[in-house]
């Protein structure tokens, strides 16, 4: 029979005990790093559940997410452009319609009617658009117009459609524009403000024909008591063109209902020739008469 020393007994006894209570302290740190791991997961879970009908609204935030990075890119281009040229002779501002965003349009933005205006009736000018508008209002066009203006620029044509779908209240697009305008005339360049054109969106109410009408008579009510010269584009794509009133929408140069084609540009562009050329009385690029 062997007898141990009782102190070592202790001593023994302690390490065990303490050995033990280690590996309940480990047992519960793991424990609770599977709970939080599983409660987590659980979190996650949920929040999926809650809204795995909302996929639509998080696809359409991750692509304005997308738009507007490809915005800020477009935004620093345009600024490039500008500064490129010692003369601007037109610069066209706007929404998606200004980018020449549309079925059958080149996507490097050559169709858009500032540029087929130019090429076909001022050959030998010099004519930009800004690409980063996409998707906005005249409240966006407000804010931003001081990145868009040179004053190397003659003619500053500017034309927002989506205020409506956006809700943005009538007094506060007929703000914008002169906002807009004033911003461009201060600084020596004519603004030429084109009331939008016609658009058809079956999804949003504020975009009938009676909810467009008044907000376009609201802006040249404006443009006319300011005595302001502006552009009628939208008598330029509705049914009854070229004769001063609104009529009924027209969406045979605008397939999708909202954005022109080519050919729908193209008649924007030979309309806005047609309002300017007269009343600035230019017939060449070196017979400009830029008095307003």
């Given amino acids: 029979m062997v007898f141990l020393d009782p102190g070592k007994n202790i001593t023994i006894i302690a390490l065990v005990s303490i ?5 309940a302290i480990i047992i519960c740190i793991q424990q609770y790093q599977i709970i939080s791991v599983e409660q987590h997961n659980f979190e996650l879970a949920s929040a999926f559940r809650a809204n795995q009908n909302n996929t639509a609204t998080k696809m359409d935030f991750i692509e304005v997410t997308i738009d507007n990075q490809k915005a800020k890119i477009a935004n620093l281009e345009s600024q490039v452009d500008i500064l490129e040229y010692n003369k601007i002779d037109f610069y066209a501002y706007g929404d998606s319609i200004t980018r020449a965003t549309g079925e059958g349009l ?11 205006m130019t090429r076909q009736y001022l050959p030998g000018s010099i004519a930009l658009h800004n690409s980063d ?10 804010t931003n117009v001081k990145y868009h203006y040179g004053q190397n620029m003659r ?9 409506a779908a956006y809700g943005l209240p009538i007094n506060k697009t007929v703000e914008n524009y002169l906002t807009i305008y004033n911003v461009v005339k201060q600084k020596g360049t004519i603004p030429v403000p ?18 467009q009408t008044t907000r376009i008579h609201a ?3 404006a443009f006319y008591n300011s005595g302001i010269f502006y552009v009628k584009m939208y008598d330029a794509l509705d049914s009854i063109p070229d004769n001063g ?14 954005h022109p084609n080519k050919t729908g540009q193209q008649v924007m562009a030979e309309y806005l020739w047609s309002e300017i050329s007269q009343r ?9 008469n830029t008095k307003g």
């Fill in 19 to 23: 050995i033990a209570i280690l590996l």
């Fill in 106 to 116: 080149n996507p490097d933005g050559s169709d858009v009617y500032i540029l087929q």
């Fill in 133 to 142: 508008g996409g998707g906005m209002d005249s409240q966006w066009g407000a």
């Fill in 155 to 163: 003619f500053f044509v500017y034309m927002f459609t989506n205020d």
């Fill in 194 to 211: 084109c009331i939008q054109i016609l658009t058809y969106r079956p999804t949003s109410l504020d975009y009938n024909l009676e909810n």
């Fill in 219 to 221: 802006l040249e009510s």
């Fill in 245 to 258: 009133q609104v009529d009924a929408i027209n969406t045979t140069f605008m397939p999708d209902g909202v």
């Fill in 280 to 288: 600035y009385n230019i017939s060449s690029i070196n017979q400009m």
